[in-house]
């Protein structure tokens, strides 16, 4: 039985910082930026969007051909979690209207652990053939203003529905696995800032990477060749390219050109350019990046490496479905990407700057453009999350009242507000 992507969408929010506006304030030369780490934007989290929005965001438009009722767990990845107990998978299953019989839980390893769902998620549907999981891994990629790592940041989600009808992708149950105990990078509960030896942490990829490759051709006698096109973790695009080519030493591959084996990940390496680190949701993104490239990918094989801080790595493979292209949301994802704004250096600082009151009163969040869902506030200790089109209509009713009644409107009605 074929179990897999049903469906597969990702979201980033409307902002972002263009790396030569970082690199002029930093003086470096952008070239550093575009070619050296590959990076060419970062979308940037405005103060009135989450994990759970994002990730709401991105679900709301991978379920759209899904049938609701058919949805018997929400797997919520993340290291951004905004809760030590309850799950993001609650608000999301909440903001969506989904069944109460399902099971909504949150994971976490680091950049791993959407892999990790992925992997439980296809085995419970191989379990119960006619169950559905949404899966959603959603990252706000922070570092210390004015570290090294200040260029590898970014935000946003993917959502994916698995099922046994993988209209997109089927995925092979064998996968090659490797765990060690190590310090690249990690986010004690205090800081909102992760920390980060980015040298180390790359050669405990590459090392996780060649762990992971020598499990997974010891479960399944597949070589390199066996596979067309390949998606990497993607901290930053460059990582991706240092790691095929790795890869490709290592398994001794032969009859490649270096741009051949370039070709092989180059369609991947798109989106990422444009989004920045989104952890968990980074090799997703990738994947739709590929997917939704020119290039004729049906019956192809795809080979993907997870790879989670920490350390965990997750090599496995999968098959590209026939007529995969009319499952897609390539000019969503397109006009989202090229929709956005760009932010001038200061509005980032103040964006990135931004934090939650701490206080336990009611606070309004500012009002930024977001998409479906935003963080309207928060009381109590509680977040507070509005669908934006009930929000317009309750603005709509609240001023037609205003001028049925003659009365001013209220004052706390919210404006959207552009940054720019
Ligand atoms: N033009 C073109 N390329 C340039 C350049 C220029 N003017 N200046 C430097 N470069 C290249 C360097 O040669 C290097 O390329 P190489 O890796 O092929 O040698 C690349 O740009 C990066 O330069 P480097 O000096 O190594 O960068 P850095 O010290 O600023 O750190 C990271 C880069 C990636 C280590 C850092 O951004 C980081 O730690 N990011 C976080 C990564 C992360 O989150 N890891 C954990 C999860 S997987």
Redesign the pocket.
């Known amino acids: 039985m074929k179990a897999g992507i049903e469906a597969i969408s990702f979201y980033v929010p409307k902002y972002y910082l263009d790396l030569k506006t970082l690199a002029a304030e930093r003086g470096?030369?952008h070239?550093?930026y575009?070619?050296?780490?590959g990076q060419e934007k970062m979308a940037i989290v405005p103060p009135d969007e989450d994990v759970v929005t994002m990730g709401a965001s991105a679900a709301l438009r991978a379920m759209e051909k899904v049938n609701p009722a058919s949805i018997d767990t929400v797997l919520f990845a993340t290291e951004s979690g905004i809760d030590q107990s309850k799950s993001a998978a609650v608000y999301v299953h909440g903001l969506l209207d989904l069944p109460s019989h399902c099971k909504c839980v949150e994971l976490k390893q680091?950049?791993c652990s959407g892999t990790a769902g992925l992997l439980m998620a296809l085995a419970m549907v191989r379990q119960q053939p006619a169950k559905k999981v949404l899966l959603v891994a959603s990252d706000i990629?922070r570092?210390g203003f004015g570290?090294?790592?200040?260029?590898?940041q970014g935000g946003g989600a993917v959502a994916m529905v698995l099922s046994t009808e993988p209209h997109l992708m089927a995925i092979d149950p064998q996968n090659g696995s490797y765990s060690d105990d190590v310090m690249?990078?990690w986010r004690p509960n205090y800081m909102e800032e992760?920390l980060?030896?980015?040298?180390y942490?790359?050669k405990v990829?590459v090392k996780a990477l060649t762990e992971c490759w020598n499990q997974y051709v010891r479960e399944t006698g597949h070589d390199f060749d066996y596979f067309d096109w390949f998606c990497y973790?993607l901290?930053?695009t460059?990582?991706g390219e240092?790691a095929h080519m790795h890869l490709a030493k290592y398994a001794d591959v032969h009859g490649y050109t270096k741009a051949q084996l370039m070709e092989q990940i180059a369609a991947s390496l798109r989106y990422n350019r444009q989004t920045g680190?989104l952890?968990t949701a980074s090799l997703y993104v990738g994947l739709t990046s590929l997917l939704e490239s020119p290039a004729e990918l049906a019956g192809s094989r795809l080979g993907l490496f997870s790879?989670g801080?920490g350390c965990v790595g997750m090599f496995f493979g999968g098959q590209v479905m026939e007529n995969y292209q009319a499952h897609l949301k390539t000019s969503d994802h397109q006009h989202m990407l090229q929709d956005r704004i760009e932010l001038d250096y200061p509005t980032y600082r103040k964006m990135y700057g931004y934090r939650l009151p701490q206080d336990g009163q009611q606070h309004d969040t500012p009002v930024y453009h977001t998409g479906p869902f935003r963080l309207a506030g928060i009381n109590e200790h509680k977040r507070i999350y509005t669908a934006v089109q009930a929000e317009i209509e309750a603005d709509t009713d609240a001023k037609n009242q205003c001028i049925r009644s003659e009365q001013h409107r209220p004052e706390n009605t919210k404006h959207m507000v552009s940054v720019a």
Do not use: Q, W
Request: aromatic share 18%.
């Open positions: 470096i030369d070239a550093k575009y070619n050296g780490l680091a950049c990629a570092y570290t090294a790592g200040e260029p590898t690249d990078f992760a980060v030896d980015g040298k942490s790359i990829y973790h901290p930053f460059r990582m240092k680190n952890y790879y801080s």
